[in-house]
């Protein structure tokens, strides 16, 4: 039988997990703020909040499209570069960009190519779900302490 010992110094990750121990930060990713409302196709007011939902879950004779939850579980980074003086709000802060930009690259690639098209797109060549991007424009994130 082979025995072995391995030692290793995981005191930064030991003062790591004690600033986790408190009040953590918390990061949010999607769309955050009140934005003005808009017509939709049946003339009424619409927020992008609402439009956002409509087509992540394929609401209201809409396809699904989802720009949220495929972005986050499918297209997010496996590692995050962080710099050498971590702390909790540095890596939530690096995490919530790397979730926005996830969604902003589905928005650039019509859901990573999983988006079924809109009738613009077939019929006029225009991008699915980024006509004027509104919807698009209106995601963001933040952290808060």
Known sequence: MISAKIK????KLQGLIKQFSGKSPVGKVGVLDDAPARINATGEEIDNATLGYIHEFGEEGQEERSWL???LMGHFPNTVKLPN???????????????????????????????PQSLGAMTEGRLTLVDTEQLRDSVSYRVEK
């Not at 979730?99 to 190519?113: L, N, P, Q, R, V």
């Open 85 to 115: 003086d971590v702390t909790p709000l540095v890596i939530v802060t690096e995490m919530s960009k790397n979730g926005y930009e996830a969604i902003m690259g589905a928005f650039d690639s019509e859901g990573y190519g999983a988006w």
């Open 8 to 11: 290793i110094d995981s005191s």
């Open 69 to 71: 939850r495929a972005s």
